[in-house]
């Protein structure tokens, strides 16, 4: 089992460029979750899906971010256009079960430190 | 909606001691508990999780956590750490009635570092 799959793994842009994150999630699983994690404000929850489709974008910050997840195995984490703020570390996670009250663990992967010049 | 206290940001320890890392958690109704652990360039993964039944539950790597509904705590122990404990660990819970496992709130993180 290789577990989410995060690309790339280290990111560097300048302001206003385009960034997009990308997550392969355990096969079989059909819940994805996308986080945050910065030293001001912990890891935050950004959206999460339950078979391809968003359930929660409440995390999400503003419309410069936006989260697609096309099929089971693939999702992606836009950021159009990134700015300095947005420097952190983008997990990726996924859990085997899509009921909302699902108690299943999440797995996540290695993530992406985004850094916006 | 809930939210988790770790009052420890950092917590020094000598190897082969025994070691409290400390969670409080604030909700209006019941709630799953979870520590998760994160090593260094790593994401995170789950040490143990609080869903019901027996308080103190038990976990990998030798960890247990037990959660006390009266003081609102899910505190993790170690009994005796090792080098290789050095991690960041964060306490984490999500609403038996919105969110289940699936929305999780976590802290901010306790740097637990062992020392020779």
């Known amino acids: 089992d290789a577990g989410v799959i995060q690309s790339p793994r280290h990111e560097v842009t300048e302001m206003g460029q385009e960034v997009t994150l990308r997550c392969k999630p355990i096969s079989g699983h059909n819940s994805l979750f996308w986080y945050r994690q910065t030293m001001m404000r912990g890891l935050e929850l950004l959206i999460y899906?339950?078979?391809?489709?968003?359930?929660?974008d409440s995390g999400m910050p503003e419309d410069r971010f936006s989260a697609k997840m096309p099929n089971a195995s693939f999702s992606t984490l836009k950021i159009q256009p990134s700015e300095p703020r947005d420097s952190a570390v983008y997990f990726c996670?996924?859990?085997?079960?899509?009921?909302?009250?699902?108690?299943?663990?999440?797995?996540f992967g290695p993530g992406t430190r985004l850094t916006v010049l | 909606a809930q939210s988790v206290t770790q009052l420890d940001s950092q917590v020094p320890v000598f190897e082969e001691a025994p070691v409290e890392l400390r969670c409080n958690y604030s909700?209006?109704?019941?709630?799953?508990l979870f520590w998760y652990v994160q090593y260094p360039n790593q994401g995170l993964q789950l040490l143990l999780k609080?869903?019901?039944?027996?308080?103190l539950v038990k976990g990998i790597n030798g960890f247990e956590a037990e959660f006390n509904k009266s003081q609102t705590s899910f505190h993790l122990r170690k009994p005796s750490v090792h080098i290789s404990d050095t991690a960041e660990y964060f306490c984490a819970v999500s609403d038996i009635l919105t969110g289940g496992g699936n929305k999780l709130t976590f802290g901010t993180g306790t740097q637990l570092k062992v020392e020779l």
């Open positions: 996670a996924s859990s085997p079960i899509a009921v909302a009250s699902s108690t299943d663990t999440q797995y």
């Open positions: 899906f339950n078979n391809n489709v968003p359930i929660d």
């Open positions: 909700s209006s109704v019941s709630v799953y």
């Open positions: 609080y869903l019901s039944g027996s308080t």
